[in-house]
Protein backbone atom coordinates (compact mmCIF):
# COMPACT_ATOMS: atom_id res chain seq x y z
CA UNK A 1 0.00 0.00 0.00
CA UNK A 2 0.98 3.38 -0.86
CA UNK A 3 2.20 5.92 1.75
CA UNK A 4 -0.95 8.12 0.74
CA UNK A 5 -3.49 5.44 1.10
CA UNK A 6 -2.09 3.84 4.56
CA UNK A 7 -2.31 7.65 5.88
CA UNK A 8 -5.83 7.69 4.35
CA UNK A 9 -6.70 4.55 5.86
CA UNK A 10 -5.75 5.54 9.24
CA UNK A 11 -7.38 8.80 8.90
CA UNK A 12 -10.74 7.06 8.37
CA UNK A 13 -9.94 3.99 10.56
CA UNK A 14 -9.81 7.25 13.74
CA UNK A 15 -12.76 9.04 12.19
CA UNK A 16 -14.52 5.48 12.04
CA UNK A 17 -13.53 4.97 15.76
CA UNK A 18 -14.36 8.16 17.00
CA UNK A 19 -18.22 8.39 15.21
CA UNK A 20 -19.82 6.91 18.79
CA UNK A 21 -18.21 9.61 20.54
CA UNK A 22 -18.21 12.61 18.39
CA UNK A 23 -22.25 12.28 18.21
CA UNK A 24 -22.05 12.12 21.95
CA UNK A 25 -20.40 15.00 22.27
CA UNK A 26 -21.20 17.56 19.43
CA UNK A 27 -24.33 18.11 17.28
CA UNK A 28 -25.32 15.63 14.59
CA UNK A 29 -24.25 18.57 11.90
CA UNK A 30 -20.62 18.48 12.95
CA UNK A 31 -20.61 14.50 12.49
CA UNK A 32 -21.81 14.97 9.04
CA UNK A 33 -19.35 17.40 8.39
CA UNK A 34 -16.78 14.81 9.28
CA UNK A 35 -18.21 12.36 7.40
CA UNK A 36 -18.43 14.16 3.99
CA UNK A 37 -14.59 15.66 4.52
CA UNK A 38 -13.86 11.94 5.21
CA UNK A 39 -15.62 10.93 2.10
CA UNK A 40 -13.89 13.88 0.32
CA UNK A 41 -10.86 13.06 1.02
CA UNK A 42 -11.57 8.77 -0.24
CA UNK A 43 -12.90 10.19 -3.62
CA UNK A 44 -9.56 12.60 -4.01
CA UNK A 45 -8.08 9.56 -3.04
CA UNK A 46 -9.32 7.16 -5.28
CA UNK A 47 -9.22 9.85 -8.44
CA UNK A 48 -5.57 10.75 -8.11
CA UNK A 49 -4.85 7.25 -8.29
CA UNK A 50 -6.74 6.53 -11.27
CA UNK A 51 -10.22 4.98 -10.01
CA UNK A 52 -7.16 1.77 -9.16
CA UNK A 53 -5.61 0.51 -6.16
CA UNK A 54 -2.66 -2.01 -7.51
CA UNK A 55 -2.88 -5.19 -4.77
CA UNK A 56 0.55 -5.45 -3.28
CA UNK A 57 0.65 -9.54 -5.19
CA UNK A 58 0.56 -7.66 -8.40
CA UNK A 59 4.18 -6.67 -8.45
CA UNK A 60 4.72 -7.63 -12.23
CA UNK A 61 1.89 -5.03 -13.36
CA UNK A 62 3.79 -2.45 -11.41
CA UNK A 63 7.06 -3.70 -12.96
CA UNK A 64 5.76 -3.71 -16.44
CA UNK A 65 4.29 -0.16 -15.57
CA UNK A 66 7.71 1.13 -14.63
CA UNK A 67 9.72 -0.63 -17.22
CA UNK A 68 6.55 1.16 -20.03
CA UNK A 69 7.32 4.35 -18.28
CA UNK A 70 11.24 3.83 -18.79
CA UNK A 71 10.83 2.69 -22.45
CA UNK A 72 8.57 5.81 -22.73
CA UNK A 73 9.80 9.18 -21.52
CA UNK A 74 7.06 11.43 -22.61
CA UNK A 75 4.75 9.70 -20.41
CA UNK A 76 3.63 11.91 -17.62
CA UNK A 77 1.58 10.73 -14.62
CA UNK A 78 -1.73 10.98 -16.13
CA UNK A 79 -0.47 8.35 -19.20
CA UNK A 80 0.57 6.12 -16.21
CA UNK A 81 -3.13 5.57 -15.20
CA UNK A 82 -4.26 5.27 -18.78
CA UNK A 83 -1.62 2.25 -19.17
CA UNK A 84 -2.96 1.02 -16.29
CA UNK A 85 -6.45 1.05 -17.32
CA UNK A 86 -5.52 -0.12 -20.81
CA UNK A 87 -3.45 -2.79 -19.65
CA UNK A 88 -3.64 -3.83 -16.44
CA UNK A 89 -6.97 -3.48 -14.98
CA UNK A 90 -8.56 -6.34 -16.94
CA UNK A 91 -10.63 -7.99 -14.08
CA UNK A 92 -14.19 -9.23 -14.75
CA UNK A 93 -15.30 -5.63 -13.52
CA UNK A 94 -14.01 -3.37 -15.99
CA UNK A 95 -16.22 -1.46 -18.67
CA UNK A 96 -14.22 -2.96 -21.61
CA UNK A 97 -14.93 1.14 -22.85
CA UNK A 98 -12.93 2.35 -20.75
CA UNK A 99 -10.15 0.26 -21.25
CA UNK A 100 -10.68 0.61 -25.29
CA UNK A 101 -10.47 4.56 -24.28
CA UNK A 102 -7.30 4.70 -22.26
CA UNK A 103 -5.25 2.04 -25.03
CA UNK A 104 -7.13 4.72 -28.03
CA UNK A 105 -5.81 8.07 -25.98
CA UNK A 106 -2.54 6.12 -25.38
CA UNK A 107 -2.15 5.66 -29.22
CA UNK A 108 -2.59 8.69 -29.96
CA UNK A 109 -0.22 10.18 -27.42
CA UNK A 110 2.67 8.31 -28.82
CA UNK A 111 1.68 9.03 -32.25
CA UNK A 112 1.87 13.04 -31.04
CA UNK A 113 5.26 12.28 -29.79
CA UNK A 114 6.18 10.24 -32.49
CA UNK A 115 6.34 6.95 -31.17
CA UNK A 116 4.96 4.75 -33.68
CA UNK A 117 6.25 1.61 -32.17
CA UNK A 118 4.45 2.25 -29.24
CA UNK A 119 1.54 3.79 -31.13
CA UNK A 120 1.12 0.68 -32.83
CA UNK A 121 1.33 -1.49 -29.47
CA UNK A 122 -1.42 0.85 -28.19
CA UNK A 123 -3.38 0.68 -31.51
CA UNK A 124 -3.18 -3.13 -31.31
CA UNK A 125 -4.47 -3.12 -28.02
CA UNK A 126 -7.55 -1.01 -28.52
CA UNK A 127 -8.50 -3.50 -31.44
CA UNK A 128 -8.42 -6.41 -29.16
CA UNK A 129 -10.24 -4.58 -26.50
CA UNK A 130 -13.07 -3.39 -29.25
CA UNK A 131 -13.11 -7.21 -30.79
CA UNK A 132 -13.89 -8.09 -27.19
CA UNK A 133 -16.65 -5.66 -26.81
CA UNK A 134 -18.02 -7.49 -29.89
CA UNK A 135 -17.55 -11.08 -28.61
CA UNK A 136 -14.72 -12.01 -31.36
CA UNK A 137 -11.24 -13.38 -30.25
CA UNK A 138 -8.52 -10.82 -31.53
CA UNK A 139 -4.61 -12.29 -32.39
CA UNK A 140 -2.24 -9.04 -32.89
CA UNK A 141 -0.20 -9.20 -36.14
CA UNK A 142 3.68 -9.31 -36.39
CA UNK A 143 5.30 -6.00 -35.65
CA UNK A 144 6.03 -4.53 -38.73
CA UNK A 145 9.57 -4.43 -40.18
CA UNK A 146 9.75 -0.94 -40.20
CA UNK A 147 9.24 -0.67 -36.12
CA UNK A 148 11.21 -3.67 -35.38
CA UNK A 149 14.07 -1.47 -36.04
CA UNK A 150 13.03 1.41 -34.08
Known sequence: MRRGGLVLVCVLAFVAGEGGVLLKQWPVGYAVVVAMVSLGLGWVSWWKAGGTSPSASD?????????????????????????????????????????????????????????????WVFWQRYLEVCAWQQGQEYSWPALPQELEEV
Do not use: N, Y
Open 59 to 119: ASSEQFIEEMKGLCPWMTGEDAVLLRRAFVTMGWHDDLRVVADAAFHLCERARTVGDERRA
